[in-house]
């Protein structure tokens, strides 16, 4: 069974830092496209951001120049570097994993992905 799970979230305030950080049980982990969505109170869950099988990121405007995602193939793992973050980040994270091929397209849909994270809040105090 595929797992996925996140680590990394708390309380922080406006302005400050966060690393989030996506371990997989998936031995194709390499092959996966690795996204971040969240869901704040009463809002459905959003697209923030992916780093496919090659490397290449795409964010959310919502958070581009904050948000830095990264992998690490060898730890199987996925991160995503939170910085300057706005209570308006205030959610909670989930990371999901899809199989693609290196000519897939970008992924931001919640349907266009498998498999989910149990997710991890992040509150940011104003």
């Known amino acids: 069974q595929v797992q996925l799970m996140e680590s990394g979230g708390g309380v922080v305030q406006a302005g400050d830092s966060l690393r989030l950080s996506c371990a997989s049980s998936?031995?194709?982990?390499?092959?996966?496209?690795m996204a971040w969505f969240r869901q704040a109170p009463g809002k459905e869950r959003e697209f923030v951001a992916v780093?496919?099988?090659?490397?290449?990121?795409y964010y959310a405007d919502s958070v581009k120049g904050r948000f830095t995602v990264s992998r690490d193939n060898e730890k199987r793992t996925a991160y995503v570097q939170m910085d300057n973050l706005k209570p308006e980040d205030t959610a909670v994270y989930y990371c999901?994993?899809?199989?693609?091929?290196?000519?897939?397209?970008?992924?931001?849909?919640?349907?266009?992905?498998?498999?989910w994270g149990q997710g991890t809040q992040v509150t940011v105090a104003s």
């Open positions: 780093i496919r099988r090659a490397g290449s990121t």
């Open positions: 998936k031995r194709t982990f390499n092959r996966d496209a």
């Open positions: 999901a994993a899809k199989d693609t091929i290196l000519t897939a397209p970008i992924y931001t849909g919640v349907d266009d992905y498998p498999y």
